[in-house]
């Protein structure tokens, strides 16, 4: 396939920004800053993209930002392009000259490459406006608290996704070889939820059950039949699942406690059983209870829905991966059961989720995110870098969607009180 004007472009510009794109992964990944906390990311990305003529808005709540390239025609298409910022509460094990500063924080998901990505994809854009070459607008998500989580409801109270015709977003993939892209048209990740199941009754002797309610063996009823009840109350390719973590009654062996607890996670890919799981868990829970004379009362904590990925984003990010990266380099992925916030944003505006291939080719060596001895090879910068642009650039090409954007697309609701940092780092209030 012939080099295009894009791909050589993004040669061109990679060679000049390497560098500097790694020393700030590094940077980031030796201060590491947990959800919400994420002040020193925030400062360093915005005085990056205000030197580049950028005007970053800082989020509400400090830390996270929203900034838009490109002013394009009014009625010209806006895509949106995500990263997250926070770090895992861990400790770093690496024997790495960038190994974490921080006590008990690590970057052990990839959110430092994500970010580093988004910032040189946001510097190749802003030339592209700069020389007249970005017939739309591009807007940079730069969101807090991934992991908490809560940072992505944020963005949109914000007004972070106004306007915006499609989204996109990549996540670190450490069974993907570096310049490998998986991709996937629907749910890519699952709702998480967290859900406790407290018991309380009356309380008294084991020697004499019957004159009382057996709690404990009643929490065991609910903690067995629960699981084994949804499999047959939810369509199984929705992958409904209830986990228990940690189940706990009583202090003596010879006394039925008055109270027990289950806690759990319930995990779905279906975006319908997801919104039924609350009614339908409290359904099932109730004539267990009472069949034993205890009181059960459950709460259910919503965390993230599924991340569906719509099919004409999924595939208008594969045409940008064959034209930058070449044909072979997309995948077929596999679904997760894990948990992903993004999927927030797909509940408001078509877009995808592709995961980026981050392992050493040929390497012996396993990784796994979410462990302290996360690593990825900084090739996969340069591969993000030219996804995310090549993604964004394709979107606009292919048009807007024909709804309405409100004020030209531009952000509808800048948040306050919000700040647009100067070069100097001088705080200056948006226009």
Known sequence: MPRTDLAIGLDSFLAGHQAELIGFRRDMHAHPEVGYHEHRATRRLALRLSAAGLRPVILPKGTGMLVDVGDGPPDGPVVALRADLDALPIADEKAVPYRST???????????????????AGLFLAGRAAAGQLPGRVRLIFQPAEEVPGGALDV???????????????HCDPRLE?????????????ACDRITVRVTGPGGHTARPHLTADLVYALGKIVTELPAALSRRVDPRSSLSLVWGRVSAGSAPSA?????????????????AWHQAPDLLKALIEPVASSYGVIADL???????????EAASTGLLETAAAEVLGADAVVPTPQSLGGEDFAWYLESVPGTLARLGTRFPGSAQEFDIHQPTFDVDERAIGVGVRLLAGAALTAIADGASGKDRGLNGKLLAEPSPGTALTANGAGTTPA
């Not at 921080?102 to 040189?120: E, Q, Y």
């Not at 949109?156 to 990549?170: E, H, K, M, P, S």
């Open 102 to 120: 921080v006590a008990n924080a690590c970057h052990a998901c990839g959110h430092d490459v994500h970010t580093t990505i988004l910032l040189g």
């Open 156 to 170: 949109l109270a914000a007004g972070g996704i106004a306007g915006v015709d499609r989204i996109f977003a990549l």
């Open 299 to 309: 709460t259910y904590e919503r965390t993230v829905p599924p991340t569906v990925n």
């Open 256 to 272: 039925i406690p008055d109270d027990g607890v289950a806690e759990g996670t319930v995990r779905c890919l279906d975006d319908e």
């Open 178 to 190: 570096v310049g490998k892209v998986g991709t996937r048209t629907g749910a890519i990740t699952a």
